[in-house]
């Protein structure tokens, strides 16, 4: 007669997806003592290798005189007072003072701020020079075409209205090439009326 075995199946526990096993973390505390024993050990090894300065105090003695301490006396011999520094830098400025004449300090300055134009193109046709124009007047830049003659050649110019100061025609320049277009900065010759 033989005999069977019985052959059961053992169970695996089902994973569920997208579920990982919490990894195992060292407890805050253990790490606060780490970081407090390794301070501990580098400063014991800074005091032994004498990286730290030794504190000495002094502590004045007592002692009791007809009931009384002489520790004030003692101290107030101890204790010398420094005398005042003066400071001689009042003094070195006064002697180094500059006299300016009023006619120096009535110099007048030129008040009025520099224009500045923007050239964003130059063309021979007219055609492109009013293409490139309209194309400027959609991202919210006025422009205008100035003709002007080079050697013989008209060329058509497009440029900005001018601007008052560096500041404003730097912000334009910016918004210019955020737009795509590239364009020169020229100090206007002629005054804004």
């Known amino acids: 007669m033989t005999t069977k075995k019985k052959i059961t199946k053992k169970k695996t526990k089902k994973r569920v997806a997208g579920r990982t096993a919490p990894k195992k973390r060292l407890p805050v505390w253990s790490i606060l003592l780490i970081g407090m024993l390794g301070g501990l050990a580098v400063a014991i090894t800074a005091y032994v ?8 105090s002094v502590q004045p003695e007592i002692t009791k005189t007809n009931g009384k301490d002489s520790e004030v006396e003692d101290i107030s011999e101890q204790v010398t007072i420094k005398p005042k520094q003066d400071y001689v830098f009042y003094e070195t400025l006064q002697e180094m003072e500059v006299v300016v004449d009023d006619n120096e300090l009535a110099v007048k300055i030129d008040e009025t701020p520099t224009n500045y134009i923007l050239q964003i193109g130059a063309f021979k046709n007219l055609s492109d020079a009013e293409e490139m124009k ?53 100090e206007d010759s002629k005054p804004e009326t």
């Open 134 to 186: 309209a194309q400027v007047a959609f991202a919210g830049i006025s422009t205008n075409i100035q003709e002007t003659e080079i050697k013989g050649v008209k060329w058509h110019r497009v440029r900005t209205n001018p601007y008052a100061g560096a500041r404003k025609a730097d912000m334009v320049l910016k918004e210019l090439k955020r737009n795509g277009f590239k364009a020169i900065v020229l």
């Open 49 to 56: 290798k004498g990286w730290v300065p030794k504190i000495e």
